[in-house]
């Protein structure tokens, strides 16, 4: 980025992140993605193509599943945003969490935050009725490591299907 | 990638008032090909973002056989929509089949009409021949590999594709665009929303700088018509069309009495198949309408080396669709 940035280019913004009120002043180009990672030290949700076509930086913004690589930080003014951080509570993993480990549902791990909170969005959407089903509406995040039977089968334990 | 200023507007007329008044400045809405291209490509330099997610435009009401959807309403809300499921499904099957669900929780229905028509060339500034970009510079992508491009209303000037799969049944329905300008309000056809990019592919559609699409208008269909939307891809999902059809027929004791008729992945624009259509009305429910309707869908194609291949497979992609949505056996 040119460093030579005007005073009308910088926005004031308040976030709500994992509950807690955060206020910065940022370049107006600064993604929510860059926001979490480099202004609030939250390093969990990752940039992968950080240009919309992986899902590695995918967060809840007002509950809702998007990606914080093509949304500006600007834009979530006041809104709710969820990283993977956020989701454990008082130290006890959320349930999509406890099964990606015991499914085994990543290798090296990158595409694994995104993966979570898709997954977490995708039951919340009622989105998980098959496999074919859960398959589809987790098409957008990739994983490269081919970890994709392992995450739809902890999707599946976790929508209550089990192993069927 | 140049600075801009960010504004954050919560009232229409003054958001229009603001963009008319500045030729840098452009509307950001999803963000999901505006900051695309303005952030990570930098093909794009607006000097101001004008931020209109925060304005009204974003009920879905029904009301006299039509469904008015607010310029905000995001593909996984109009895709929820109980009457898009049961008078226009193949709406729904069209916003499904697009992107992801995160990029659908985020692009709004406005600004999926104005995705850009654009390619890896008019995406890749190192690129220097680009008509849309540069008018008049020539276009790479006709002389270069090519693939994820448009064979009807093309030409040497340029080959970049329309990519929208939400526009195909919505210029099969006859969809109507609501506009609202410095000067007032108007309204426009989808089918004439687009221009063909002739010698200056930059010119995408009828707006002027600063008009704001604020609602569409879909028509539904009478009951009784069976509607379907088919998509033909690299991969299962989350990949653009390499040919597409939203189609919607009528039939009555094996005769089709209205056919609607729409391609996508092939197009410089949401394509209507009208030559398509007047042989689909009155004619018999057959395969072989449906192949004659197909060969005249195609009708005068521009292809290049990479792009040949679609011009049998969007024939294909029609004769299936036709049988689906019909019934008829092939």
Same mark, same amino acid.
């Given at each position: 980025m040119e460093n030579t940035v005007s005073a009308d280019t910088y926005v004031d913004v308040m976030l709500r992140v994992n509950g807690c009120a955060r206020r910065l002043r940022l370049d107006s180009r600064v993604t929510l993605l860059d926001a979490l990672r480099d202004e609030l030290d939250l390093t969990g949700t990752k940039k992968g193509c950080d240009q919309g076509a992986c899902g590695a930086c995918t967060v809840l913004l007002d509950g809702k599943r998007v990606l914080s690589c093509l949304t500006? +930080? +600007?834009?979530?003014?006041?809104r709710e945003v969820t990283s993977i951080e956020g989701l454990a509570t008082d130290g006890r993993l959320h349930p999509v969490q406890e099964a990606f480990i015991r499914h085994d549902g990543f290798q090296c791990g990158y595409c694994t935050p995104g993966q979570i909170m898709s997954a977490v969005a995708l039951l919340q959407e009622g989105r998980a009725g098959s496999d074919e089903e859960i398959r589809e509406f987790m098409s957008g995040n990739l994983c490269r490591c081919g970890a994709y039977p392992n995450i739809v089968a902890a999707i599946r334990e976790v929508a209550g299907r089990g192993s069927e | 990638m140049r600075p801009f200023e960010y504004v954050r507007a919560d009232d229409v007329a003054a958001a229009v008032a603001l963009v008319s008044a500045d030729p840098q400045a452009e509307y950001l809405a999803g963000g999901t090909t505006e900051l695309d291209l303005v952030l990570k490509d930098g093909v794009l330099e607006p000097g101001r973002l004008v931020d209109i997610t925060r304005l009204p435009l974003r009920g879905i009401t029904f009301a006299e056989d039509t469904l008015r959807v607010g310029a905000l309403v995001t593909m996984e809300e109009l895709a929820a929509d109980p009457t898009v499921s049961e008078r226009v499904p193949f709406v729904r099957e069209a916003l499904l089949a697009g992107a992801s669900p995160q990029l659908r929780n985020m692009a709004t229905i406005g600004g999926n009409l104005l995705q850009r028509t654009r390619c890896r060339y008019f995406r890749?500034?190192?690129?220097?021949?680009c008509n849309k970009r540069t008018p008049g510079s020539g276009c790479a992508a006709v002389r270069g590999p090519a693939r994820m491009h448009a064979i009807l209303g093309a030409s040497e000037h340029c080959i970049a594709l329309h990519a929208s799969d939400l526009c195909v049944p919505l210029v099969a329905l006859d969809t109507v665009v609501d506009i609202q300008g410095v000067d007032g309000s108007r309204s426009v056809p989808l089918t004439q929303f687009y221009v063909l990019p002739g010698e200056r592919p930059d010119i995408e559609n009828v707006l002027q700088h600063g008009e704001l699409i604020t609602r569409i208008r879909i028509p539904l269909l009478p009951v009784g018509t069976r509607s379907g939307y088919l998509k033909v891809r690299d991969r299962a999902s989350y990949e653009f069309a390499l040919t597409s059809a939203a189609a919607a027929l009528l039939i009555e004791d094996g005769t089709i009495v209205r056919a609607r008729l729409a391609l996508g992945g092939v197009g410089t624009k949401p394509w209507r198949a009208s030559e398509a259509e007047e042989i689909l009305?009155?004619?018999?429910?057959t395969g072989r309408t449906f192949r004659a309707a197909a060969q005249a869908a195609l009708g005068d194609p521009f292809t290049v080396a990479g792009t040949a291949f679609k011009v049998e497979l969007a024939e294909r992609t029609i004769v299936r669709i036709l049988h689906t949505v019909s019934g008829v056996r092939s």
């Open positions: 500006l +930080a +600007a834009q979530c003014e006041g | 890749d500034s190192t690129v220097t021949a009305h009155g004619a018999p429910a």
